[in-house]
């Protein structure tokens, strides 16, 4: 009877888990934004854009059914309410379903979208017969998440029959590297995948690949590929390739940059073309490099009372700008303070594009509480950690003396004055031995 007992609360415990396993494992439901211009009020102008709650249901069988925990809540339009499946389960990562009650909450925004064909070259041969396919009769959606903690960027392209609200997703491109930092030198790898529906008519006419760059204003192509014809367009980016057989057989369209630069800081766009279609992902990337320090001179000469020592501290070769230079003295005590910040330079650019700045400080013996000397330390504090460079600081002081000083100043007297006098007395007892021996 107590085996029964234990086997069957074993039994209820392995339920209660697997219960909770699949609960938690669920696609969420995701709160987005719906928005949309309104229609233009004539002359040629666009109106504002419109804002409305929408809810999205994710599932990633077309016959699975929304239960009945999972209506919306009162302050969304039913009409905006819409069921997407998505067979990839891209929609059902953990960053979109935060536990109850977190404050932190995934974004989402959903758009109407219009199919056209690109005229880009790259992208031209997906739709080079121009025939409109009556497949793209259909209500289309563009929508773009953020998972909690940027732990996954995604863009949708979902397509529905007319007047339905049950979406299929056609193309969905990802990234797991929403924002990425890396030192100058090292090889960097910006992640960007994509699905696209197999069974989408827009699947087996190939697809393309477009990565671009861009940050205050300045745009470039960094690398564009023509999976049709399996060509890579002209461009000026040099050390840019992809990964061609992940590419073709798993969707692993990812950047591969073989050396990080300052140039390369900044937002990278990672675009995917069907026929008619593009979906797009944007992440950034932050090229930090701390400085390297120097100090002169090195060493310090002897400092005497009244003198006053320049001393240099460079630093060279950090991207990006932002730079604290200060000084520390750390004396003989083995107490530090500060010896403020001396005088700053204004920053230089390298041709490598990263930054150097100086500063100078003025040790003025007579005004500082320097006593004998100790460790002079020049502080660098940046993005990429706090750099110290230190030279040692040797002061000649002089002071009067102290009791026992003098008194054993004046027992040495006395001694040197005992000396002379004995070396004296017996150079004079001398002398007369030697006249009396003369005059006998």
């Known amino acids: 009877m107590t085996n029964f007992s234990t086997i069957y609360k074993l039994s209820v415990v392995a339920v209660f888990c697997f219960i909770q396993a699949c609960s938690g494992s669920r696609c969420p439901m995701i709160e987005c934004w719906f928005v949309q211009e309104k229609a233009g009020r004539g002359g040629g102008l666009t109106g504002a854009t419109t804002q409305e709650k929408s809810l999205l249901h994710i599932r990633t069988d077309a016959e699975s059914h929304i239960s ?96 339905t609200k049950e979406h299929d997703v056609i193309l969905s491109v990802t990234s797991k590297t929403m924002s990425a930092t890396t030192r100058l030198g090292e090889p ?53 390739t992809l990964d061609f057989e992940g590419l073709h057989k798993r969707g692993n369209a990812s950047l591969i940059l073989q050396e990080a630069k300052v140039r390369h800081s900044g937002t990278y766009i990672c675009t995917v073309y069907l026929p008619y279609l593009l979906a797009q992902v944007a992440m950034e990337l932050e090229i930090v ?4 320090l120097s ?21 060279s070769g950090f991207a990006p700008l932002p730079l604290e230079l200060s000084w520390e003295f750390k004396g003989a005590d083995g107490k530090t303070r500060s010896l403020g910040t001396g005088s700053m330079s204004g920053h230089r650019q390298s ?43 040797n002061n000649i002081v002089f002071s009067s003396p102290s009791i026992e000083d003098s008194m054993a100043m004046v027992g040495v007297a006395l001694v040197l004055y005992g000396l002379i006098k004995f070396v004296s007395w017996t150079f004079t007892g001398s002398d007369k031995t030697d006249e009396d021996k003369k005059e006998k």
């Open 68 to 163: 009945e925990s999972q209506q919306a809540p009162s302050d969304i339009n039913p009409n905006r309410v819409y069921i997407i499946t998505d067979p990839a389960a891209t929609l059902c990562h953990h960053s979109f379903n935060p536990p109850r009650g977190s404050i932190q909450k995934p974004h989402c925004e959903i758009n109407p979208f219009l199919p056209q064909p690109s005229s880009l070259k790259w992208v031209a041969s997906l739709t080079e017969s121009a025939l409109s396919p009556i497949y793209l009769q259909a209500d289309w959606f563009s929508a773009s998440f953020q998972g909690v903690d940027e732990q996954l960027g995604v863009s949708t392209i979902t397509r529905a029959p007319t007047g």
């Open 188 to 240: 960097v790898t910006l992640d960007c995948g994509f699905w696209a529906d197999s069974s989408s008519p827009l699947f087996t006419s190939g697809f393309a690949v477009e990565w671009r760059y861009q940050t205050r204003g300045d745009g470039r192509l960094v690398l564009a590929y023509d999976g049709k014809t399996d060509r890579l367009a002209d461009t000026l980016e040099e050390g840019a």
């Open 289 to 292: 490099e701390p400085p390297s």
């Open 295 to 315: 100090i002169h001179p090195s060493p310090l000469p002897l400092s005497v009372p009244g003198q006053t020592i320049n001393v240099l501290c460079e630093a």
């Open 351 to 393: 041709w490598d594009g990263t930054y150097s700045q100086s500063t100078r400080l003025e040790l003025d013996t007579s005004k500082l509480d320097l006593g004998r000397g100790g460790e002079v330390t020049c502080v660098a504090v940046h993005a990429g950690g706090t750099r110290r460079a230190s030279v040692t600081l």
